[in-house]
């Protein structure tokens, strides 16, 4: 049982280059969740997906593009990277939408830097 | 906007020493909770108080919510190095999302 996996765990990209993220969870949950992590500000919400077959913007859209492949997968892309996009980025899932608790299991994070 | 300010933003103890972090939120939740960060990993859920609830403990952990104050405190007593990590706190008021805090930083010394 791995939980949240996540690929690449380190990448460097040249400013206009694109990538995608991936994410995979084993624990059958229904919500799957993207962050991004800057030095003093915490953990932002990208963009999250409440159940297979929807997306929704989160705090910091701009710039990337999420698919839900499938309950399982959960894929973040940056189309025209930029060096503002140099970040750390944590994929999380829940199961939020079996009661009131929305706790949340993490990934080990993908460094990015943009030169 | 961030929902969670947690105050202090660093704190070095001894070990043995209890560590008091508090957060504080702006806004009407339904849940609160605090995560734990080591250094290069992702967060671990360690409690959840809910909005009615006043406290709640975890092994060496004691979390209280006072939501007149809209403020929580996460208590580790009895601290070891092993707790030197970063600490979260985060706030459920839109259902399925959480919003996140800037962290508090604690540094257990051996």
């Known amino acids: 049982n791995a939980g949240v996996t996540q690929t690449p765990k380190f990448q460097v990209l040249k400013t206009g280059q694109s990538m995608t993220l991936q994410c995979a969870q084993d624990?059958?949950?229904?919500?799957m969740y993207w962050y991004r992590q800057d030095p003093g500000m915490g953990l932002r919400l990208i963009y999250y997906?409440?159940?297979?077959?929807?997306?929704d913007k989160g705090e910091v859209p701009n710039g990337y593009n999420v698919s839900r492949l499938n309950k399982r997968e959960f894929s973040l892309r940056l189309e025209s990277a930029a060096p503002s996009q140099t970040s750390v980025y944590f994929c999380?899932?829940?199961?939020?939408?079996?009661?009131?608790?929305?706790?949340?299991?993490f990934g080990a994070g993908t460094r990015l830097s943009v030169l | 906007s961030q929902q969670g300010e947690e105050d202090p933003q660093a704190l070095s103890i001894q070990e043995g020493e209890n560590a008091t972090m508090n957060c504080s939120y702006k806004?009407?939740?339904?849940?609160l909770q605090w995560y734990r960060q080591n250094s290069g990993r992702g967060l671990v859920h360690l409690i959840l108080?809910?909005?009615?609830?006043r406290e709640k403990h975890s092994g060496r952990l004691r979390v209280t919510l006072d939501t007149s104050k809209k403020s929580s405190s996460l208590l580790i007593t009895a601290s070891r190095a092993a707790d030197t990590a970063s600490y979260f706190c985060?706030?459920?008021?839109?259902?399925?999302?959480?919003?996140f805090g800037a962290g508090t930083i604690l540094r257990v010394k051996s």
């Open positions: 806004t009407s939740i339904n849940n």
């Open positions: 624990m059958n949950h229904n919500s």
């Open positions: 985060a706030t459920d008021k839109y259902g399925n999302k959480l919003v």
């Open positions: 999380a899932s829940s199961d939020w939408n079996r009661g009131p608790k929305n706790i949340q299991y």
């Open positions: 108080i809910r909005s009615n609830e």
């Open positions: 997906s409440a159940s297979e077959g929807t997306t």
